[in-house]
């Protein structure tokens, strides 16, 4: 059974750039939710995929955008980058409703310059 | 507003003290996280609990759903629980998705 990976680790982008960022979900889970964590706070929602669908949607602008694969992987793609997005991003599967929580992974750190 | 508080922000504490970590919230939850980070980011499950105890070791987590409280607590700390202790809480109004707070970070030194 693997974990949640997410790639890649480190990134550094220039304002005004995209990013993609990509988790893949651990076995046997349906749902993946993405949070961002800027330095010294707790994470905050971006968006949930379940079952290819968004469910979910925290206060982002529209440049945050995100999808989920058949296989319940899944990307998230931040548009004309800005200084303020540089922050850890945290992708975490589960399976909807279930008891067991959240699987983490590692954490995307982006830096925008 | 749903919120997540946790008390204190920040715990310095000797080798074998018991420690607890306290984790509020505003509106009725279906469920309850207690995370743990590292530095570098890495965040570990620790419990997922939506009523009573639950024990893991060192560690235990307690929830009162009348109060919106629950503790975390760690037996004869050692330096290497060391971390960011996180509360997160699903509310019942707000989908599946969970909600953070801020974090404790704890400082076990020997």
């Known amino acids: 059974e693997t974990g949640v990976t997410q790639s890649p680790t480190h990134l550094i982008k220039t304002r005004g750039q995209q990013v993609t960022l990509r988790c893949s979900s651990q076995s046997g889970h349906n749902t993946v939710s993405w949070y961002q964590q800027a330095l010294g706070q707790g994470p905050q929602f971006i968006f949930q995929y379940y079952r290819e669908e968004k469910n979910g949607r925290g206060n982002f602008p529209p440049r945050f955008s995100g999808l989920q694969f058949p296989n319940y992987s899944s990307e998230l793609n931040v548009n004309a980058l800005e200084l303020d997005d540089s922050a850890l991003y945290l992708c975490a599967s589960s399976v909807f409703g279930g008891s067991e929580g959240y699987t983490f992974g590692s954490g995307t750190r982006l830096t925008v310059v | 507003k749903n919120e997540v508080e946790q008390s204190p922000q920040n715990l310095t504490a000797q080798e074998g003290e018991f420690i607890t970590i306290n984790c509020s919230y505003s509106v009725g939850i279906s469920a309850l996280h207690w995370l743990q980070q590292h530095p570098g980011g890495g965040i570990v499950s620790l419990f997922m609990l939506s009523s009573g105890k639950k024990k893991h070791g060192r560690l235990i987590a307690t929830i009162n759903i009348q109060e919106k409280h629950s503790s975390l607590h760690i037996t004869a700390s050692h330096p290497r629980d060391s971390a960011v202790y996180i509360c997160?809480?699903?509310?019942?109004?707000?989908?599946?998705?969970?909600?953070f707070g801020t974090g404790t970070s704890l400082t076990v030194i020997p």
């Open positions: 997160a809480v699903r509310y019942w109004s707000g989908g599946n998705q969970f909600y």
